[in-house]
């Protein structure tokens, strides 16, 4: 596994990410600080979060709609933070999320769908899964992947993976708003939404099954099924 790297020339000591981690007399004492700048073993352990209902009831929804097609849901909690948010069908787990969150400034969905466009741009990003293995324990939160952008600092995944805990819990979690959707999506195919009626509802008209422009939602402001 690569630490790093050292000029031997100027004897200074950059870490995966090309963060300066100063200079060094010699590439041993470089390497020391190498291992010092990883993340902490315990950034990986699995974290146990109290159950989100508003997710627990899109979850249901969707897979009940159609479970071949299952959206990525896209959230902002911030102007510089978002997440994507899959339910993925399980065997294994009593329910299961795949998820992203990224952290930059303007963060928008293109991030999401055209990574290539974080580079050179200061960020962190961070993949990690929710999942619950009994049907009324409490969920689990575990780092899967973890990238930050060239000089980006390893404290500021850490700080990300404490912020997506933090707002992925139900008294923060608790409603849908337009605010909180990174763009307008289809809560169940994820296809973009245009028109006002759909954008209402956070339902295309298609799998709404109907182009009426009355607008009763799946989901009420405090996340409540109708």
Same mark, same amino acid.
């Not at 899109?58 to 990525?72: A, C, F, G, T, Y």
């Not at 009426?212 to 109708?226: C, D, H, M, Q, Y």
């Given at each position: 596994m690569k630490l790093g790297t050292y000029n031997y020339g100027t004897h200074e000591a950059f870490d995966t990410h090309g963060v300066s981690l100063g200079t060094f007399p010699s590439s041993h004492e470089a390497k020391q600080a190498m291992y010092a700048a990883r993340l902490p073993v315990t950034f990986w352990f699995e974290q146990k979060l109290p159950p989100v209902p508003l997710l627990q009831q899109?979850?249901?929804?969707?897979?009940?709609?159609?479970?071949? $097609?299952?959206?990525?849901w896209k959230f902002r909690f911030a102007s510089d933070l978002a997440a994507q948010i899959q339910s993925k069908l399980t065997r294994k787990h009593t329910i299961l999320f795949e998820g992203i969150a990224i952290q930059t400034e303007n963060v928008s969905a293109k991030h999401f769908v055209e990574p290539k466009l974080l580079q050179g741009l200061t960020y962190w990003k961070l993949s990690f899964v929710l999942f619950c293995n009994e049907p009324d324990a409490g969920w689990q939160f575990k780092a899967k992947s973890a990238a930050r952008g060239r000089g980006c600092q390893a404290s500021g995944l850490i700080e990300l993976r404490q912020h997506v805990i933090d707002v992925l819990h139900p008294n923060c979690f608790s409603?849908?708003?337009?605010? $909180?959707?990174?763009?307008?999506?289809?809560?169940?195919?994820?296809?973009?939404l245009t028109d006002p009626a759909s954008m209402a509802r956070w339902i295309g008209p298609e799998c709404w099954g109907s182009a009426?422009?009355?607008?009763?939602?799946?989901?009420?402001?405090?996340?409540?099924?109708?």
């Open positions: 899109l979850n249901d929804w969707v897979i009940q709609q159609n479970e071949k $097609r299952l959206p990525k409603h849908l708003s337009p605010d $909180r959707m990174l763009s307008p999506a289809c809560l169940c195919c994820g296809k973009g009426s422009i009355n607008i009763p939602r799946v989901f009420k402001a405090e996340g409540e099924t109708l």
